[in-house]
């Protein structure tokens, strides 16, 4: 079975839920997947001071940490980050500096790629992050399977890139029964890709 790592952070819990249910999704799929989360030393802070951070801090904290083993082993790797004034969270970033030896020796090339984040303000922004994560896996020579467009949803506000959720102030709306139609097109069309 091929394996996909499902790779997040969170610190409002979106990303987390976004990440969990594509994980049942691509399982559902025939596909080995499983969800690792980025190191983030502060989440305690977060949790003692924002209510929706504490809703799944626990359950944040019990997804194993990913390590650039881990993207070796996977055929392939869908990243998940919070958007923070259009890019990538600091976090997300740490993790991803640790990939330079990879970019270099190649060792992630034509591994398939796609991304998702949550944002707070507004598409346009989640979309630029979005890009960020594209880029990184362009650097590294991996297959990005874009979301595409969509004519059978019958209303879909997503970029071309990836799935973007939007969280509104303080991330305390939570991805709802629309993206969750919106994931299991994405779904398909990724498992396609690595069903055995």
């Given at each position: 079975m091929k394996r996909c790592s499902i790779i997040i952070h969170s610190v409002?819990?979106?990303?987390?839920i976004i990440g969990s249910y594509l994980k049942e999704l691509m399982s559902a799929r025939n596909v080995d997947a499983r969800l690792y989360r980025v190191e983030d030393p502060d989440l305690h802070i977060w949790a003692n001071t924002q209510e929706t951070t504490n809703d799944f801090y626990e359950d944040i904290l019990a997804l194993p940490i990913v390590s650039t083993s881990t993207l070796l082993k996977s055929d392939m790797v869908i990243l998940g980050s919070p958007t923070r004034f259009g890019n990538i969270s600091a976090e997300m970033k740490t993790f991803l500096d640790t990939t330079?030896?990879?970019s270099k020796d190649k060792s992630l090339e034509t591994k398939f790629?796609?991304?998702?984040?949550?944002?707070?303000?507004?598409?346009?922004?989640?979309?630029?992050t979005l890009t960020a994560m594209i880029y990184w896996a362009?650097?590294?020579?991996?297959l990005h399977i874009p979301f595409g467009v969509h004519d059978e949803l019958d209303f879909c506000d997503q970029p071309v890139g990836g799935i973007v959720h939007l969280a509104g102030k303080e991330g305390a709306i939570r991805p709802s029964d629309r993206l969750g139609k919106e994931m299991e097109v994405y779904a398909?069309?990724?498992?396609?890709?690595?069903?055995e």
């Open positions: 409002s819990g979106n990303c987390y330079l030896p990879l790629f796609a991304c998702f984040t949550s944002c707070s303000n507004s598409t346009c922004e989640g979309a630029h362009q650097s590294m020579g991996m398909d069309i990724l498992s396609a890709y690595i069903q």
